[in-house]
C-alpha cells in the first residue's frame, strides 16, 4: 500500500519553519542533506528500547509510539535498538530483525515515520554480554530459558560479566565474529527493504561491538585484543562490510560510547580501556570507511562508575571529535531547551541534535523548541489550531525552566 507524502496534507513537513526567511538565523530548524536524504530540521528521536515486541517484531505499540513523534516535527526518528540475531536482544522484548519476516513490520513504521516528513532510521545492534535480561520496568535479573530468556548463550568480546547478575558470556570465537559481522550485512538489507533510509550502527553502551573496543571489558589475546587497533579491529570490519551493501545514497551513522569513565575526567586518558582519544581515532577511521555521522555518547560498558547528572554533560563528546576529524557529529545527554541545542549547533560543537526522554516527556518537544526561538513552524493541519490558541492566550509556557531527569 503506498503512502502519502505527507499524510497530513500539509504542504511542508511538521517542524518546517512557516518562514525560511525569518528562520534562517537559527541552525535548529534549518534543512540537513545527507547523500540523497534530506532532514528537515536539526533535531532527531534518539533510539529507545520499548521492550514491547514480540519474538523480535515491532506491533500497533510501536505504531503509535513512534507515529506520536512523526505528527510533531522532528527530521529524524530512529527506531529503537534492533538486534542483527535472536541473541542479540537486550530483553525478550526487545525488536529484531534477524528474519525476512520482521520486514513487513519494520515497513509499516517507517511508513506511519516518513508520512509525516520524518526522515525513518533504525539503529541495528547485539546487546554482547549484556543480553538476556529483564525488561528494566519489571526489575533487573537474568531471565531464564523458561521465561524466554538464553542465559547460556550469552556472548561477549571475553568472558568477563557486565556485573554479578548478569551472564557470565562465551568468548566469542573467530568464527562467531565472522557470523555477526554478516548478521549487521544482512540486517541493512533488510533495513533497505523496509524503506529505511537512515542506518545507524550500535557501537556504544557496552554491547557487543563497543564491548570489544575498551581494554577493561576485553582481555583478549588474539587479533581482536590488546592494542587499539586490535579492539577496534571487529566494529570496524562490520563499519566496512555494512557500508559495501546499504545504499551510497543513504546515511551511515554509527553510535559509540566516547568514554567508559573509569577515569573519574571525563576527558581525561585511559588507554587500557576506553576514553574521547581512543574515540577520536576510530571516528576517524570511521570517516575513512564511508560513515557519515558520529552519534556521540559515553557510558554503558562498566557497572559502578558514576556519570555526571548535569544538561548536555555528553555534547564535549561530539564537539571533541568534530573538530580533531571532521566527520559530522550527533551531540546526546539531557539536551531539554531548544536554546541549548541550538546553542550547540551556533557555536559548532556538533551538526545535529538527539533527544530521548524529552520526547518522551514532551512529544511536542520540536514545537517548545520553536517557541522558545521565537520561530513559527509547519504543524499538522489537523494540530494547528490548537497551536494557534496557544499563542494567543501565551497557555503554552516554554520559557519556564523544566524539571530533568538524569
Known amino acids: 500500500m503506498s503512502v502519502p507524502a505527507l499524510a497530513s496534507n500539509n504542504v511542508k513537513p511538521p517542524g518546517t519553519p512557516t518562514d525560511p526567511e525569518a528562520a534562517r538565523h537559527v541552525k535548529l530548524f534549518q534543512p540537513l542533506l545527507q547523500k540523497s536524504v534530506t532532514f528537515h530540521n536539526h533535531m532527531g528521536v534518539s533510539p529507545m528500547c520499548m521492550y514491547s515486541a514480540v519474538d523480535g517484531h515491532l506491533n500497533n505499540f510501536h505504531v503509535s509510539h513512534y507515529g506520536s513523534f512523526a505528527l510533531k516535527g522532528p527530521g529524524a526518528i530512529i527506531i529503537e535498538a534492533t538486534a542483527v540475531v535472536p541473541e542479540g536482544r537486550i530483553t525478550p522484548q526487545c525488536s529484531g530483525i534477524w528474519s525476512d519476516a520482521h520486514i513487513p513490520d519494520i515497513q509499516r513504521v517507517a511508513q506511519v515515520i516518513k508520512s509525516q516528513g520524518s526522515v525513518p532510521g533504525i539503529q541495528i545492534a547485539h546487546a554482547g554480554r549484556k543480553a538476556s535480561m529483564s525488561p528494566p520496568y519489571k526489575g533487573d535479573y537474568l531471565e531464564t530459558e523458561a521465561d524466554g530468556g538464553w542465559p547460556n548463550r550469552v556472548v561477549g568480546a571475553s568472558e568477563i560479566p557486565y556485573a554479578p547478575h548478569y551472564a557470565k558470556p562465551h568468548a566469542l570465537t573467530k568464527e562467531g565474529i565472522r557470523q555477526i559481522t554478516q548478521a549487521f550485512v544482512d540486517a541493512a538489507i533488510r533495513a533497505d527493504k523496509a524503506g529505511i533510509e537512515l542506518l545507524e550502527i550500535h557501537a556504544a553502551h557496552g554491547y557487543l561491538l563497543g564491548n570489544f573496543l575498551s581494554g577493561h571489558s576485553n582481555n583478549r589475546t588474539d587479533e581482536y585484543g590488546g592494542s587499539f587497533e586490535n579492539r577496534a579491529r571487529f566494529c570496524l570490519e562490520v563499519v566496512q562490510a555494512v557500508r559495501a551493501v546499504w545504499p551510497q545514497s543513504k546515511p551511515l551513522w554509527v553510535r559509540i560510547s566516547c568514554t567508559d569513565y573509569a577515569n573519574p575526567d571525563p576527558?581525561?586518558?585511559?588507554?587500557?580501556?576506553?576514553?574521547?582519544?581512543?574515540?577520536?581515532?576510530?571516528?576517524?577511521?570511521?570517516?575513512?570507511?564511508?560513515?557519515?555521522?558520529?552519534?556521540?555518547?559515553?557510558?554503558?560498558?562498566?557497572?559502578?562508575?558514576?556519570?555526571?547528572?548535569?544538561?548536555?554533560?555528553?555534547?564535549?563528546?561530539?564537539?571533541?571529535?568534530?573538530?580533531?576529524?571532521?566527520?559530522?557529529?550527533?551531540?546526546?545527554?539531557?539536551?531539554?531547551?531548544?536554546?541549548?541545542?541550538?546553542?550547540?549547533?551556533?557555536?559548532?560543537?556538533?551538526?545535529?541534535?538527539?533527544?530521548?526522554?524529552?520526547?518522551?516527556?514532551?512529544?511536542?518537544?520540536?514545537?517548545?523548541?520553536?517557541?522558545?526561538?521565537?520561530?513559527?513552524?509547519?504543524?499538522?493541519?489537523?494540530?494547528?489550531?490548537?497551536?494557534?490558541?496557544?499563542r494567543r492566550h501565551n497557555t503554552h509556557k516554554v520559557d519556564e525552566p523544566k524539571n530533568t531527569i538524569p
Not at 304 to 320: D, I, L, R, S
Request: proline content about 4%; some cysteine; overall charge negative.
Open 267 to 390: 576527558m581525561g586518558s585511559d588507554p587500557d580501556g576506553w576514553c574521547i582519544y581512543q574515540s577520536i581515532k576510530l571516528a576517524a577511521e570511521f570517516k575513512r570507511l564511508g560513515v557519515d555521522m558520529v552519534d556521540s555518547s559515553s557510558g554503558g560498558n562498566l557497572s559502578g562508575v558514576k556519570y555526571p547528572a548535569m544538561p548536555m554533560y555528553q555534547v564535549q563528546f561530539a564537539e571533541a571529535i568534530r573538530h580533531q576529524t571532521h566527520i559530522p557529529t550527533a551531540a546526546v545527554g539531557l539536551i531539554v531547551e531548544g536554546r541549548d541545542a541550538e546553542k550547540i549547533l551556533q557555536e559548532g560543537k556538533a551538526d545535529f541534535i538527539l533527544a530521548g526522554r524529552e520526547f518522551l516527556r514532551d512529544s511536542a518537544f520540536v514545537l517548545a523548541s520553536a517557541q522558545s526561538l521565537d520561530i513559527d513552524i509547519t504543524w499538522p493541519n489537523q494540530y494547528s489550531w490548537a497551536v494557534k490558541k496557544a
